[in-house]
């Protein structure tokens, strides 16, 4: 019997109810390749705070973005597109890890107004600096971590009647 995943359930099928989330193979090579993606991101944003404090920022939140996407792959699970991809990502992971583990993965909402502020600055919206980059990097190097051991612990999603 394979084991199953049961917390948050409910909120993972009524995404995938809703078509906020789809169902797709596990592919467990895959998610591995973003979470080895997403270390690599958050080396190079590291290296470009100074210089490029948008750009490393930018770099920062996808890194955080793609490895919470491979807990989604590894489990036969996306977020689908629109313009809450970001937020459906979240709350899919999220249901399914809280608790323990929704204050470790909160900062990724922070990170997401962040990342839009630098992405669609206004007159009246603070730019995003390099301080931004070295607050925001270790909660994210956390999350980056967390994912990648998730791999190991959750299977694939089974919907019940499977």
Not at 63 to 90: C, D, F, I, P
Not at 107 to 119: D, S
Request: proline content about 8%; charged content about 25%; glycine content about 4%.
């Amino acid at each position: 019997m394979a084991l199953v995943w049961n917390q948050g359930r409910e909120t993972v099928e009524a995404m995938l109810r809703d078509g906020t989330l789809e169902r797709l193979p596990a592919n467990r090579d895959h998610a591995v390749l973003l979470i080895k993606q997403a270390k690599q991101h958050l080396e190079s944003a590291t290296v470009r705070a100074e210089p490029d404090p948008e750009g490393a920022y930018a770099m920062m939140y996808d890194a955080v973005r793609k490895a919470l996407t491979a807990v989604l792959e590894n489990q036969g699970l996306r977020a689908r597109g629109g313009t809450a991809h970001h937020a459906s990502l979240y709350f899919a992971v999220v249901a399914q890890l809280d608790p323990p583990l929704g204050p470790a993965l909160a900062p990724f909402q922070r990170m997401r107004q962040r990342r839009r502020q630098a992405e669609y600055p206004s007159h009246d919206a603070p730019g995003v600096s390099s301080l931004d980059v070295n607050e925001d990097s270790p909660p994210a190097q956390e999350i980056v971590a967390i994912c990648e051991r998730l791999l190991d612990e959750m299977p694939p999603f089974q919907l019940d009647r499977e």
